[in-house]
């Protein structure tokens, strides 16, 4: 993904909706830049946000942006105040706020402006004719309507769909009860579908892998065979196995769907992916690893695995050797 170069308000406000992979509403993000070793770092808050100033200050301190850009979709008062308490967080935290901005209906006001620089009807913009825009969707990004379409997104398929799954998983659970497999056949399983392309997995194929999943070993298979360079279509394979497995069988397919998204920069797609891992097994450890990964902001490109197939055979053998 080309990272988007942002150079004013109205390139931050055509830019936003393709960092979260939503429009925002109700919402005050904050965009940390001008950092050593990082990127770009967007977050977005919930309105009223004031309570969250510190921790976000925090993070963006920590993980060393020097500047930032705060945009905020709501109303006036609401934003302002949140705002407000953001802005003088990052100055405590020695992070400069180059530009706040309101943004409604077609419309900008700076929140930094202490004269007339700014019309009292706003700054009308067209986010369609931004270059920002052009390039993000030369790249392939998609923006869904809102953040409710994105969380959709990763909700079980129901109708005829979800009563064949329901069949095809009782099937995997007889399979794996009446004729357990080897630990190689059900490797050799794994790898064969993760590198097929073409057709998507059939129901038993799909349900077997969420049943397999459940053992850590061939979790981690599936893991590190994620192309943490090109994701894209380990995103669209692990959401299509979400949206088909299960419930019980959710939380491994949906936080290797967590970490092809972060992987690609869409922190909006992990967190709703995290959410699903979550919801279905609040202690799943991969899922509550990625959270507190995401919380403290650590970047993409620090949480690459670099580990071959090799290495975690020689990982687990090992751990499985007597000592």
């Known amino acids: 993904m080309t990272a988007l170069v942002i150079r004013s308000a109205q390139d931050a406000i055509a830019a936003v909706p393709y960092l979260l992979g939503f429009h925002p509403s109700r919402s005050l993000v904050v965009i940390g830049f001008e950092s050593a070793v990082n990127g770009t770092c967007a977050i977005r808050l919930d309105l009223p946000s004031s309570e969250a100033a510190e921790r976000v200050a925090a993070l963006l301190a920590g993980n060393g942006f020097r500047r930032s850009l705060l945009l905020g979709y709501g109303p006036d008062g609401e934003v302002g105040e949140s705002a407000a308490a953001v802005r003088a967080a990052l100055d405590c935290s020695g992070v400069s706020v180059a530009e706040a901005v309101r943004v409604a209906d077609g419309r900008w006001w700076s929140l930094t402006c202490s004269d007339d620089c700014c019309p009292p009807e706003g700054v009308p913009y067209d986010s369609s004719a931004s270059v920002v825009a052009a390039q993000a969707t030369f790249d392939g990004q998609v923006v869904l309507a809102d953040r409710a379409e994105l969380v959709r997104s990763v909700q079980p398929l129901d109708g005829p769909v979800r009563a064949a799954m329901r069949a095809a998983t009782e099937r995997a659970e007889t399979r794996l009860l009446s004729r357990p497999e080897t630990p190689g056949e059900g490797l050799a399983f794994v790898h064969a579908l993760l590198a097929r392309t073409g057709a998507p997995p059939t129901d038993d194929e799909a349900a077997w892998l969420g049943v397999l999943l459940t053992d850590l070993r061939f979790r981690d298979e599936a893991w590190i065979r994620i192309d943490e360079d090109a994701p894209a279509a380990d ?31 869409d922190g909006g797609l992990a967190n709703v992916a995290l959410e699903r891992a979550l919801d279905a097994d609040p202690a799943y450890s991969m899922a509550v690893i990625l959270r507190e990964v995401i919380n403290v902001g650590i970047p993409p490109s620090k949480l690459r695995l670099r580990m071959t197939p090799d290495q975690l055979a020689t990982a687990y053998y090992n751990q499985q050797r007597p000592a």
């Open 235 to 265: 995103i669209a394979f692990w959401r299509d196995i979400v949206r088909r497995v299960e419930e019980p069988y959710v939380p491994a397919p949906a936080s290797l769907l967590a970490f092809a998204a972060y992987a690609a920069g």
